[in-house]
């Protein structure tokens, strides 16, 4: 129940195209769902988050969907670049104590 | 403001070894994370701390690893003796609170190989 489930596994995208990741959920406890950006030897970093009271938040190119009754969300990215070739990942936490992962999306953007 | 600081980076060392790892979080987090990151796979959470007190160890393999975060700010996890399978990124992170809202902020991480 603790699992956060992540697809796909790696994407190919050309430059300028949508990127979309999806993720799912079972705990109903979280109420957080960061997606995290990590490049080759660095670490995660914050792309971007929602709370279950909202559908949709948008950042720049980037945009959480959020499916609270079907306890799914996606990353979409728009207008997808070179420089956004990394792994994403998925993350979920109850009130802000272990923020469970997903296993991450290796995205390729072809220039 | 910076970030928060792992060392070593990199540590190579024979099964049935022993290593430790540093981490100072970002100035006035009070929750720091140890997380292992395996090729290929998500974080995975071993411990957090509030301050200096343990809040989640349930997934930490006590056997061999060990952390502590004296005077609630830098924090050292210990492997000892290393597997095999104990190969893999070791990540802290650091939170200004538990609770609601607080960005998740990583280190670089400590790559850790067993031969």
């Known amino acids: 129940q603790q699992q956060v489930k992540q697809s796909p596994q790696s994407l190919i995208v050309q430059k300028g195209g949508i990127s979309i990741i999806n993720c799912a959920y079972e705990?109903?406890?979280?109420?957080?769902f960061p997606w995290y950006q990590q490049f080759p030897g660095k670490g995660p970093a914050l792309l971007i988050a929602i709370r279950p009271d909202v559908s949709e938040k948008k950042e720049g190119r980037f945009t959480i969907s959020f499916n609270k009754s079907a306890k799914q969300f996606s990353l979409h990215i728009m207008d997808s670049q070179p420089g956004d070739s990394a792994t994403y990942f998925c993350a979920a936490t109850p009130r802000g104590q272990n923020f469970v992962f997903g296993p991450g999306t290796r995205l390729s953007v072809l220039p | 403001e910076a970030g928060v600081a792992q060392s070593p980076r990199y540590k190579i060392i024979e099964k049935r070894q022993s290593v430790a790892f540093w981490c100072n979080p970002i100035?006035?987090?009070?929750?720091l994370y140890w997380y292992q990151q395996i090729l290929g796979q998500g974080p995975k959470l071993l411990i957090q701390?509030?301050?200096?007190?343990?809040?989640?160890d349930s997934q930490l393999p006590k056997d061999r690893f060990s952390a502590e975060r004296l005077k609630g700010v830098d924090s050292t996890l210990k492997i000892q003796p290393a597997k095999l399978e104990d190969s893999a990124v070791y990540l802290c992170?650091?939170?200004?609170?538990?609770?609601?809202?607080?960005?998740?902020?990583f280190g670089e991480g400590s790559r850790l190989t067993v031969l």
């Open positions: 705990n109903t406890a979280f109420d957080y």
């Open positions: 100035s006035g987090h009070a929750t």
């Open positions: 992170a650091s939170r200004l609170a538990g609770g609601l809202g607080g960005e998740l902020f």
């Open positions: 701390f509030q301050n200096n007190g343990v809040v989640d």
